[in-house]
């Protein structure tokens, strides 16, 4: 896999993962487990190989948590719940955008399994069923490389721009 797909698959993961684990982050904060809600946050936040050259490691070159307030020091228990409302309409972007993505992929790449048994020989790239998935298939990896390159990578960005702001509030 070439670096490019590579960081776009990684950062459309992170992107796509925002919004579920930022709202399980607000149930643990919300019953009363806000380090755990801590952790979880900043897990996610450190873990995006961010710009900072190692690859979301400590400093050390390690990965892991070490066990210390290093990971978790600036999310708080409010700081979790900001960062979940204020971050909102971001996450929920980059989780519809990327759940289109994942569903048209399989729908796209699977033509054959879904309408076999229709009348594909007026669909584009018919008559054969192997015209019509190879136009499905290859059309579908263009739409992807863009939808996946530019506006998920946007959403990205300003997901870490947020998490930037709101986390290392404390750290200053």
């Known amino acids: 896999m ?6 776009t698959a990684r950062t459309a993961t992170r992107a796509f993962l925002t919004l579920p684990v930022g709202l399980a982050a607000v149930g643990l904060t ?5 380090g755990r809600a801590a952790r979880v946050r900043a897990r996610l936040t ?36 900001g960062r979940a409302v204020l971050g909102l ?15 048209n992929s399989v ?20 008559p054969t069923m ?11 990896l263009l739409v992807l490389a863009l939808l996946l390159h530019w506006p998920v990578r946007w959403l990205a960005r300003g997901q870490r721009a947020l998490d930037r702001r709101i986390g290392a509030g404390a750290r200053r």
């Open 30 to 34: 919300l019953t009363g487990q806000p």
């Open 2 to 7: 070439t670096p490019l797909i590579r960081r």
């Open 107 to 126: 729908r796209n790449f699977g033509y054959p399994i879904w309408y076999l048994d229709t009348d594909y020989h007026q669909a584009w790239g018919g």
């Open 46 to 81: 450190d873990g995006d190989g961010g710009r900072d050259g190692d690859g979301g490691r400590d400093g050390d070159g390690r990965g892991g948590d070490g066990g210390g307030e290093g990971r978790t020091a600036g999310w708080t228990g409010r700081r979790v719940l």
């Open 130 to 140: 192997a015209g019509v998935w190879a136009v499905h298939a290859g059309g579908w």
């Open 89 to 103: 309409p971001l996450d929920t972007a980059a989780f519809v955008i990327v759940g289109y993505a994942l569903f």
